[in-house]
């Protein structure tokens, strides 16, 4: 049995270890609510970008395929690793590790897999184990931000030299960017057999998108392209359907306003691009006392030049315009709704 003076010593124990206890409790706190702030304080640009992709989205034609929609086989593979730096997590580390593990073995084991190690965690298991680590950041520290852009500046480069956008490498001009594919949320809605079909994600529709910049070493132009639903049979992702048609606007970009007198070879044609522009642009700048005939043009530019005439533009469908609620010809009366039905 413990005598008095081992009692009080426990007792003692046990009240430094609550102390500490609450401490650690404080600090995580604290920690927990500047990252919910963070968080909340970007979901306005979160809730906006949303709204710009959806209207993008809504404007593009799906039914061309040609040269940006073939489907190309797996060949190089890029995993990124997210760990923690320590090892006070349970068995997250671990499981990341064999997660990695597996998916290299199994799904990837003919295909050359590079590691994008983010996480002192995952880092030092994997280059100690001669894995293939394309690249291990070090840990960002959110009030260098000069140094933070650097590092995200040299790994969207990485991406179009080495990565899932090296499709579209050129060596007479550098690019820098990143792939996107993903797929498309179906709303709830009511089939033909009158039953409700709740929203889900679907495995039949995608998104294709690439988002870049370039000259890569000295940025002057910022681009992105979304594809919406692109042929499956095809090529549905970022870098097979996106990325070729960035790559062909940083050309033409190149080709009209060289930049340092850099010679671009590649044999480049824009002719359809080309003339949809002229008939865009002598569109805009006329002076409209009428309504304009938009049929046959795209959503995007359809929409972009209506409300530059000061209408209020209500779009339905995706592609081409077939039909619009306000005849050619009619007066036109600035802050009027017009409703476009696409093809």
């Given at each position: ?64 395929g ?21 090892g ?131 940025p ?20 097979v ?7 062909e ?29 002229l ?23 359809a ?25 050619k ?11 476009l039905?696409?093809?």
């Open positions: 049995m413990a005598n008095l003076k081992e009692i009080r010593s426990r007792i003692t124990s046990v009240g430094s270890t609550m102390q500490i206890t609450s401490a650690m409790k404080m600090v995580s706190a604290a920690k927990l609510k500047r990252a919910q702030d963070a968080i909340t304080q970007m979901r306005p640009y979160a809730n906006k970008l949303t709204e710009l992709l959806e209207n993008l989205s809504a404007s593009l034609d799906a039914d061309d040609g040269t940006y929609s073939k489907e190309r086989a797996i060949k190089n593979v890029l995993l990124v690793t997210i760990t923690s730096n320590r006070l997590c349970g068995g997250f580390n671990s499981y990341i590790i064999k997660s990695a593990k597996a998916l290299m073995n199994d799904e990837f084991e003919n295909v050359n897999v590079e590691i994008l190690s983010i996480g002192k965690k995952s880092s030092e298991h994997f280059t100690k184990n001669d894995f293939n680590v394309a690249y291990s950041p070090e840990r960002i520290n959110p009030g260098d931000r000069i140094n933070t852009l650097k590092k995200i500046k040299k790994v969207l480069e990485n991406v179009v030299v080495k990565g899932t956008a090296m499709n579209i490498y050129s060596p007479n001009f550098s690019m820098a960017g990143k792939t996107g594919t993903a797929k498309k949320y179906l709303p709830t809605y009511i089939n033909e057999q009158g039953e409700t079909i709740k929203g889900h994600y679907s495995t039949k529709h995608y998104t294709a998108s690439f988002a870049g910049f370039f000259p890569a070493d000295t002057k132009y910022s681009c992105i392209v979304v594809i919406h639903d692109p042929k499956k049979e095809k090529g549905y992702y970022g870098a359907v996106a990325a070729p048609v960035f790559k606007i940083a050309q033409k970009i190149y080709t009209t306003t060289p930049i340092d007198n850099q010679y671009v070879d590649d044999k480049v044609q824009f002719t359809a691009i080309d003339d949809a522009f008939d865009y642009n002598n569109q805009l700048i006329k002076t409209h006392t009428e309504i304009p005939n938009v049929e046959g043009m795209s959503g995007m530019d929409l972009s030049l209506l409300e530059n005439i000061g209408l209020k533009v209500k779009i339905s469908g995706n592609g081409n315009v077939k039909s619009q609620s306000l005849k010809g009619e007066k036109l009366i600035k802050g009027a709704t017009i409703i039905k696409l093809s």
